[in-house]
DNA sequence: ATCCCGAGGG
DNA sequence: CCCTCTGGAT
């Protein structure tokens, strides 16, 4: 095994003393609620998205009866969440690609959700591994990013880099769990701004406690 | 690299 | 005022 897969078993096992119960926080019955939840979430707290979904799939319980509604009423509805322009059009522009192309039924592999609009691998990563139980990757968002960067799995910044890298490192069975430990310690401890290395019960695995965040990271 | 975009915290 | 929040498309 080498030296960075052992480090990288031991934060696992940090990680998951640290939070047992981790998973996934948006709310959602279906894969097909759980993709317009995931398509909701680019930039926005999974709480505010918790907030706007319950009178939508109330509403539009298909694909077919979302790709149907009027991009302005939709808009009205997940004015909240941000970006409600772009998400608006990617989640009509979704669903009738799914009612259409997919029997109305949410793909089950990687290359038919990427065709999706507004759908990439952090959101298709989601949907395999949270809604159908079949990982084909690790879910890299901002949080899953920095905190690998941080921990030393990785020096690279392209997400899709990164996923790679952590793909590497952790059994494929670990890699939905992990995700969701990554992304509760990021939110609670390891945040961006004002990490709390100081309370932090990992902090004796981190190689950047006490290294000030820029201090020699260019050569 | 830049744009989309609201809401909440410091 | 600044930044950040489970991104994706151009």
């Known amino acids: 095994m080498t030296e960075t897969k052992k480090r990288a078993a031991a934060w696992g096992e940090a990680l998951r003393k640290a939070y047992p119960e981790a998973r996934c926080s948006l ?8 993709l317009v939840a995931t398509i909701l979430s680019a930039q926005c707290t999974d ?4 907030q706007v979904t319950p009178a939508l799939f109330k509403r539009c319980t298909t694909p077919a009866s979302l790709a149907a509604m009027a991009q302005e009423d939709l808009e009205r509805m997940i004015h909240a969440t941000g970006f409600f322009r ?6 009509i522009g979704a669903a009738g690609m799914i009612a259409r ?4 039924e949410v793909p089950r592999g990687m290359d038919e959700l990427l065709r999706l609009p ?4 952090k959101t298709a990563n989601v949907v395999l591994g949270n809604a159908y139980g079949r990982a084909e990757g690790v879910v890299v968002d901002t949080h899953v ?12 910044n392209d997400p899709a880099k990164v996923e790679a890298d952590l793909m590497r490192l952790f059994p494929k069975e670990e890699w939905v769990v992990l995700a969701h430990r990554l992304i509760a310690h990021g939110r609670a401890v390891c945040r961006a701004k004002s990490p709390s ?4 019960s990992l902090a004796h695995l981190c190689p950047k406690v006490g290294v000030p965040e820029r201090a020699g990271s260019r050569s």
């Open 27 to 34: 709310h959602f019955e279906t894969p097909f609620q759980l």
């Open 47 to 50: 709480e505010k998205v918790n």
């Open 86 to 91: 772009n998400k608006a059009k990617a989640l």
């Open 101 to 104: 192309d997919f029997e109305g």
């Open 118 to 121: 507004g759908v990439a691998r």
């Open 145 to 156: 990013g920095r905190l690998a960067r941080r921990m030393g799995l990785t020096k690279e």
């Open 197 to 200: 290395c100081g309370t932090c």
